[in-house]
């Protein structure tokens, strides 16, 4: 565990960048510390390995207050990412990786080989190791700082902006990437970012701080989603929170349909004004088609696994229907049935409410027969 207790930051010119923060970083979660540009997010971060100290307050690690630690035995638990990676440009790939190991001691073919481990956890293959910094990618370039980062096994990692400079198709791959590792490694992250939705995405806590160095909020992205603390953190966190709330509704409990199901490509009219989903022998879709005789059979778009995807996804995949209704597969990617927008939305609702009064965190109920 990270415990700021009550940690102000005051420059040599008078500037508080951190002001009263008082918070826990629970061991083996990843927290966020998100804000606009100035809000001491990089000064709050670097008090914890100690490249900056608090004016007063006090920062523990594991209940250790860490002004009476070394820094440099400190700094060995705690792994650094930063924004533009930091590597070595004059290092081969391997040889950036492999130097926290190389300095802690271990032989050089030893840290090669934790160096080429790591990299293969990071997603990167064998045939990068020999290359430059120069010659990677951004995105390849900040999986190096990540793996260097983790060379030497640190319980605590701290990144600052780290996938900022990265465009935004290769940011969402790093984003996920690290969720990937972390579900492995369950590391003691605290990473910072001014971006409110990068936040939400991998923190299992955020800290909201404000400009002045305050801290605005603490709490999961639910619960910042439901109920923002003041104005700030509303704006803050934009204006379709709703609609982002539903990332974490679970669609297990969605009233699926059967009836507009149909197997078979058949042309014939089936009568009235609706849509119905052509399925093949082995209940797979084949797509949407009108009632009527002459009408084409439409792509059904990306299908959602009840429990697997988040009620966010299935109201995506309903809008962009023609038919209004999103179509549930097994694993398999066997048709379960089909479910409206509207049902979705009702789900979202009863979810949402649930929530606010404070039930259990079981939500999108059954819609009442
Ligand atoms: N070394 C420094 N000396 C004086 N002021 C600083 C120093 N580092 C940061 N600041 C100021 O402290 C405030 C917080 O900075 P910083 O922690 O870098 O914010 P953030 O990372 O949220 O952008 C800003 O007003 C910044 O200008
Ligand atoms: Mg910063």
Redesign the pocket.
């Known amino acids: 565990m990270i415990t700021f207790d009550n940690v102000e930051?005051r420059?040599?010119?008078g500037?508080?960048?951190?002001n009263g923060l008082s918070l826990e970083v629970p061991t083996g979660s990843l927290t966020v510390?998100v804000?606009?540009?100035?809000?001491?997010?990089?000064?709050?971060?670097?008090m914890i390995n100690r490249m900056?100290e608090p004016t007063s307050g006090r920062v523990l690690v594991g209940g250790r207050d860490i002004r009476d630690e070394d820094p440099h035995l400190l700094r060995r638990g705690i792994g650094y990412v930063i924004q533009h990676a930091g590597l070595f440009p004059h290092r081969t790939v391997v040889d950036n990786v492999a130097t926290v190991p190389r300095l802690l001691g271990a032989t050089r073919k030893q840290a090669r080989a934790t160096a080429m481990d790591v990299l293969g956890r990071v997603g990167l293959g064998k045939e990068l190791a020999q290359r430059y910094p120069a010659q990677l990618s951004g995105g390849q370039q900040q999986r190096v700082g990540v793996a260097r980062a983790l060379a030497a096994d640190p319980p605590i990692l701290l990144m600052?902006?780290p996938f900022s400079a990265v465009d935004p198709v290769v940011r969402k791959e790093l984003q996920q990437e690290l969720l990937r590792l972390q579900s492995e490694l369950a590391k003691t992250i605290v990473l910072?970012t001014?971006d409110i939705n990068e936040a939400i995405t991998l923190g299992d806590r955020v800290a909201v701080?404000r400009p002045g160095?305050v801290l605005a909020q603490y709490a999961t992205p639910e619960d910042l989603l439901t109920s923002p603390a003041d104005e700030f953190v509303a704006g803050f966190l934009g204006v379709d929170r709703g609609v982002r709330l539903m990332s974490f509704f679970s669609s297990a409990d969605l009233p699926l349909r059967q009836d507009p199901v149909v197997t078979g490509t058949g042309t014939e009219d089936l009568g009235g004004d609706r849509w119905i989903l052509v399925v093949d022998e082995d209940s797979r879709p084949l797509g949407w088609r009108g009632a009527r005789a002459d009408s084409t059979i439409v792509p059904v778009g990306r299908p959602f696994v009840p429990g697997r995807d988040p009620l966010r996804v299935v109201l995506d995949a309903a809008v962009l229907s023609p038919s209004g209704h999103a179509v549930a597969v097994d694993d398999d990617g066997r048709v379960l049935g089909v479910v409206s927008g509207e049902d979705v939305a009702a789900a979202a609702r009863s979810g949402h409410n649930g929530r606010a009064a404070d039930a259990p965190r079981a939500v999108a109920m059954r819609k009442s027969p």
């Open positions: 930051k420059y040599s010119d500037t508080v960048a951190v510390f804000g606009p540009s100035g809000c001491g997010k990089t000064t709050s971060l670097r900056v600052d902006e910072v001014h701080l160095g």
